[in-house]
């Protein structure tokens, strides 16, 4: 037992020396390292140090050669400076120099002018004096003033100005006059020499024929039905009269003249003739028109040489192949005007593309005038300026025909060119003998009226001139006048198209000089 407690109690001190000897072992080791880092620390300080004061150096190394680098250039360039301001000294001296030498040149020039001057206003006064002496004597003997003298010497020359200038206009209003005829004949005459046009006119008649007078019958009809069919569907009336084999179709409208022609013709070769028939071959024959009225469009602006036109306007364009102006096929003739109204703008050194697309449309109206009021000319440019025609195609297609005044070259171009292509020889089937008296009824319904002094006939009939007694008609009765004379037209006579009354009253003041 006590040797277990000393083994015990041995052990015990064992353990606390052990743990003694181990905590001074450990602070000896620890306090072994902590000497080393700070050694370490110092060493890493004097490293740091070292090379800060390595890095200082070479900076400063550096920026001190820098800073000599900098002043060799500063150096260099106060120099070339000085260099610079020296010659600009020395150009400035040689300057003031010549600026002296100027100077003094001109302080003699100026005492010279002076010198000069003084001699020319004894000179001046000395002239005066002689001719104020002059001219005392000479009005002594011509017994007048000179402001007198002056006068009469005026109103000479100026006489003698007047009677050369006006003889000088005179001339030369003559020769211009004679060179413009002469110009025109020239220019209208290349027009008419380089356009080859038809010299026959067609027939303005639809007659169909057949084979037999029996087919009158089958075309009218039992009681008439198949007769009054084609008309109600076609708008056209049909003639079925003695004439042996032919039927004849009358309307207004070329257009759907055609189209009745076609289908009827139809209907004969078929044989089959009742109004679903008829109603039938109506269809087949509009469609068949409006494609020749679109090709005929087409086909003349191609022939004209034109582009660029709307739809609308080849649709009206085309109808033209179907409509004729006393015989004369209206799409021929503008055709024609539109190659002359061309050839002539070349001839003058104007645009030809303006006066030939005004010369295609001039007549555009005459393909609906019998569905709209008013003179075609203005039916035409109101159809153009809905398609965003050029101005100046739309005032020489308004202008044509006087309804507006013409105010450009294309216009009067376009004028000339449908006179040309409308007055050839067999343009027009009208003789002479019913075109001369046509325009004398239409004088004598004028001169029937009181107050009416002198009427004139223009235009081919298409306008009438009434010139009036001014001490007898007012102002406002040339306007009743006006409005009498073509209400009496309208009721007496027969014509195409419109005719234009224009009333026209002046009055004169005339004296004589004995």
């Known amino acids: 037992m006590d040797k277990s407690l000393v083994f015990v109690v041995g052990c015990v001190i064992g353990g606390v020396i052990g743990a003694a000897l181990g905590y001074v072992l450990n602070r000896f080791l620890l306090k072994d390292r902590t000497v080393r880092a700070a050694e370490e620390a110092d060493r890493v300080v004097r490293d740091a140090e070292k090379q800060a004061e390595t890095m200082k150096k070479e900076a400063l190394i550096e920026a001190k050669d820098q800073i000599f680098h900098m002043k060799q250039e500063t150096d260099t360039e106060i120099k070339e400076r000085r260099k610079e301001i020296q010659g600009l000294e020395q150009r400035l001296a040689s300057r003031e120099e010549s600026v002296d030498r100027r100077a003094e040149s001109l302080d003699k020039r100026e005492h010279q002018i002076s010198s000069l001057q003084g001699q020319l206003v004894k000179r001046e006064k000395d002239l005066e004096e002689l001719l104020a ?34 003889a000088f206009i ?22 008419i020499q380089r356009v080859a046009a038809d010299h026959t006119v067609e027939s303005t008649v639809s007659v169909v024929h057949i084979a037999s007078d029996d087919m009158k019958g089958r075309i009218i009809g039992r009681e008439g039905r198949n007769i009054r069919a084609f008309e109600q569907i076609t708008g056209i009336n049909l003639i079925i009269d003695d004439t042996p084999e032919a039927v004849v179709l009358s309307s207004f409208d070329p257009v759907r003249r055609e189209v009745g022609r076609i289908t009827l013709e139809t209907l004969i070769a078929d044989g089959r003739i009742h109004p679903a028939r008829i109603e039938e071959m109506y269809n087949k024959a509009e469609l068949l028109v409006s494609q020749q009225v679109h090709d005929a469009g087409e086909q003349a602006v191609l022939d004209a040489g034109i582009h660029n036109l709307h739809p609308e306007i080849l649709k009206v364009l085309g109808r033209l192949r179907f409509r004729t102006s006393y015989g004369q096929n209206v799409l021929k003739h503008s055709l024609e005007v539109s190659w002359l109204a061309g050839v002539m703008a070349a001839e003058l050194g104007l645009d030809p593309a303006i006066a030939k697309r005004a010369g295609l449309l001039h007549d555009l109206g005459k393909a609906v005038d019998h569905e709209v009021e ?52 067999g343009a027009r089937r009208e003789t002479l003998e019913s075109y001369i008296k046509r325009l004398e009824k239409l004088e004598a319904v004028a001169n029937a009226h009181s107050g009416v002094e002198k009427t004139y006939a223009m235009q081919a009939g298409r306008e009438i001139r009434v010139m009036v007694k001014p001490e007898q008609i007012n102002d406002g009765d040339a306007t009743v006048l006006a409005r009498d004379i073509a209400k009496e037209i309208e009721d007496e006579l027969e014509y195409p198209g419109q005719i234009r009354v224009v009333v026209i009253r002046e009055s004169r003041a005339v004296d004589y000089a004995k």
């Open 170 to 191: 005179r001339e030369s209003e003559a020769r211009a006059r004679e060179e413009a005829d002469r110009k025109a004949r020239q220019v209208v005459g290349i027009a």
């Open 133 to 166: 002496h002059e001219q005392r004597q000479l009005e002594a003997v011509a017994i007048m003033t000179a402001d007198e003298a002056k006068a009469e010497l005026m109103n000479r020359i100026k006489d003698e100005v007047k009677r050369d200038a006006a």
């Open 374 to 425: 008013g003179p075609h000319a203005v039916i035409g440019a109101d159809i153009a300026r809905r398609m965003n025609e050029p101005k100046p195609v739309i005032h020489a297609i308004e202008a044509h025909h006087a309804d507006v005044d013409p105010t450009s070259i294309e216009a009067v171009l376009v004028q000339a060119a449908d006179a040309i292509s409308a007055g050839r020889p």
